[in-house]
């Protein structure tokens, strides 16, 4: 994904932070924007699989700018490679001000995902049809 400009499209999550969502400080931890990173390469995972997918790896995590509480933070997720099991999704957050228009690149990576059975055993990917 590109630092510098906004992916296009629509995001896979957009949320509001919380400040159940931050530290002392009132920045938002790095596990919470993780946790919502996951939860947008998790929903482009099942939907391109056709069925439960988890997590097996997160790669390259980067924090570029913290997130303050009050803050939307959008996130993209962009599926860019798939093995017979496995899918590669490249996920960035960006966040906005409440009341400002602009927003800049605060983390991404690459999460890779899993697709697995009713016994939770690989599975092959189903492709898109």
């Known amino acids: ?10 995001p896979a999550i ?9 530290n002392p400080y009132g920045d938002i931890f790095g596990g919470w924007l993780m946790s919502q990173m996951d939860m947008a390469a ?3 995972a099942s939907r391109y699989s056709k069925g439960r ?8 995590m980067k924090f570029h ?9 959008s996130v993209y997720a962009d599926l860019v490679r798939v093995g017979r099991t496995s899918m590669t999704i490249d996920v960035a957050a960006w ?3 409440r009341h ?5 690149l605060v983390t991404q990576a690459q999460f890779v995902f ?7 055993k690989p599975r092959p990917v189903q492709a898109e049809s």
Request: aromatic share 0%; charged share 30%.
């Open 42 to 44: 998790g929903l482009v």
């Open 95 to 97: 966040r906005r001000a």
């Open 114 to 120: 899993v697709a697995i059975d009713e016994h939770r």
């Open 14 to 22: 957009r949320v509001t932070t919380m400040p159940a969502d931050a």
């Open 1 to 10: 994904m590109d630092e510098l400009k906004r992916p296009e499209g629509q």
């Open 100 to 104: 400002a228009e602009e927003s800049c």
């Open 65 to 73: 700018a913290p997130v303050a509480v009050g803050d939307e933070v």
């Open 53 to 60: 997918a988890v997590t097996i790896a997160v790669e390259g």
